[in-house]
């Protein structure tokens, strides 16, 4: 398995091998790898058993200054073909998309016996089944910490630490770019495209940010949480997914008068649903959350999630959620991991904790039998009645309101925002409000619901 020159290297403390490594992508967080097991490599190799060795390289465009020395490693100009060497052991994919070039290695690099380590969620979340039990029937691990909530160990809590526990409840905070815009705007008062531009040149956003902005990549990382905490075979589909684009600084403004602060929550919940038919919530959308949450003083890109366990009772995970450093570090874990690992094959089942054959196919729960309280803003044209006719609709829909509030001028278009925060009721209520208001000559564009997170 290994040449004469990692011989040579073989790790004193241990007389292991390296563990010798292809790097696909060196963008944000391939750099970040890179400079990572370059920075910290004694330290590396005595907790992993052995050293880690990067054995070659590749991207698009080689010409590229990255901030890191390449030289010392070979470069491909067809990543895909990394998964063919002799001298490389695990495969990691650092490139992003949930088909294409990343998942043709992925695959390759299973097929030729090569451990996987990604922080594709995109790829995960829809092909993350396929990949294990390929890579369970070659016996080889896969590994995609880095994927969820950036350097947060989340993965390997649930996997490892919270393994005894039947999981009731998992929510928090899933995607940084969001979190960085929401808390930014938040404090700043600055303008949504300005915050959000911010967020790509530090690293944090996908290639495509509308990943980030609508929800989807939140998405991504809620359906592989729920796999691993409720056992579950992934069901991204399933997802009902909101994004942020549609909040409003003058939302933020009510929310903080209202005395919360808005935040891109996931949340996965099994659920009997109205009927009693076992199944599992999973959603991603805005959120009003009390300031007194500890959700609400979680700001930048930071992640934070919260798992309840039947024994153990409310774990937190916070920490960094994107960004070259924490998200390599989560990397470098699983290559430590597999480091550890190789010589007992332990490592080839356990990617969802269950091999996947185990895993359940659970129901999407529906979510109009769930209570809670909401935000309802409404745009509406400054006009004597329109109160009265959303008053109406909310008490011929059975919804009880709280709070209403009519602030400010109108704008130049003559709309005015009401803004409304309901008692508990079904989610189906508000929905049946909100459809008697349709068509309704009233409004101005859509409403705007956001839940109200509980305790
Ligand atoms: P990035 O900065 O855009 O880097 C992507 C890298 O892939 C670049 O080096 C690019 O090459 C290379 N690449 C793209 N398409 C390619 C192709 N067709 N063939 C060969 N190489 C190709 O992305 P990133 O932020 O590092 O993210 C990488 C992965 O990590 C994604 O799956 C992302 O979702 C995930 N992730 C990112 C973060 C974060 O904070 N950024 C956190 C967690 C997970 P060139 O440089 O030559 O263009
Ligand atoms: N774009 C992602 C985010 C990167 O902002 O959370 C980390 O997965």
Redesign the pocket.
């Known amino acids: 398995m290994t040449d004469t020159a990692d011989n040579a290297a073989l790790s004193p403390q241990s007389g292991k091998p390296p563990l010798r490594i292809a790097l696909?992508?060196?963008?944000?967080?391939?750099a970040g790898v890179i400079r990572l097991v370059e920075a910290n490599a004694d330290l590396i190799a005595r907790r992993a058993g052995r050293p880690i060795k990067v054995s070659a390289v590749?991207?698009?465009?080689r010409g590229?200054d990255r901030g890191v020395d390449l030289s010392p490693y070979a470069w491909e100009d067809d990543?895909t073909a990394m998964a063919a060497r002799d001298d490389v052991d695990v495969v990691v994919e650092?490139?992003?998309g949930s088909d294409?070039?990343a998942l043709v290695l992925a695959r390759n690099a299973i097929r030729h016996g090569k451990a996987l380590v990604t922080?594709?969620?995109?790829m995960i979340a829809h092909h993350g089944m396929a990949l294990a039990k390929e890579a369970e029937a070659q016996g080889v691990a896969m590994r995609f910490e880095?994927?969820v909530a950036?350097g947060i160990p989340v993965i390997k809590g649930l996997r490892e630490g919270a393994a005894a526990n039947r999981v009731e409840r998992l929510y928090g905070i899933l995607n940084?770019t969001c979190n960085y815009i929401l808390s930014t705007m938040e404090d700043t008062g600055r303008d949504f495209a300005e915050v959000l531009s911010e967020a790509q040149a530090k690293?944090?956003a996908?290639?495509d940010p509308t990943f980030d902005i609508e929800g989807i990549d939140a998405a991504h990382k809620l359906s592989i949480l729920s796999a691993i905490a409720f056992g579950a075979k992934i069901d991204f589909g399933s997802v009902d997914t909101q994004g942020i684009s549609r909040i409003l600084a003058a939302d933020i403004a009510q929310a903080d008068s209202l005395g919360y602060c808005i935040r891109l929550i996931g949340t996965a919940e099994a659920d009997a649903g109205p009927d009693g038919t076992p199944g599992l919530f999973q959603r991603v959308a805005p959120h009003l959350v009390p300031f007194d949450n500890l959700l609400a003083h979680v700001d930048g890109p930071t992640n934070a999630v919260v798992v309840e366990g039947n024994f153990s009772g409310r774990l937190l995970f916070q920490g960094a959620g994107?960004?070259?450093g924490p998200?390599a570090s989560a990397v470098v874990a699983d290559l430590i991991d597999i480091a550890r690992g190789m010589d007992t094959g332990f490592e080839a089942d356990m990617a969802f904790s269950i091999p996947v054959d185990g895993l359940e196919d659970m129901a999407p729960a529906p979510a109009g039998h769930r209570l809670g309280r909401a935000y309802i803003r409404f745009l509406v044209a400054d006009r004597p009645g329109v109160l009265a006719e959303i008053t109406a609709a909310m008490r011929d829909a059975g919804v009880s309101i709280e709070s209403l509030i009519q602030k400010g001028q109108a704008s130049k278009d003559g709309a005015v925002i009401v803004a409304i925060v309901t008692h508990e009721v079904p989610e189906a209520a508000v929905a049946k409000a909100l459809t008697l208001l349709e068509g309704s000559p009233s409004l101005v564009g859509q409403p705007l619901v956001m839940q109200i997170l509980g305790a």
């Open positions: 696909a992508g060196l963008g944000t967080v391939g590749s991207a698009r465009d590229k990543m650092l490139v992003g294409g070039p922080a594709n969620k995109a880095a994927a950036g940084g690293g944090y996908e290639a994107a960004g070259d998200t």
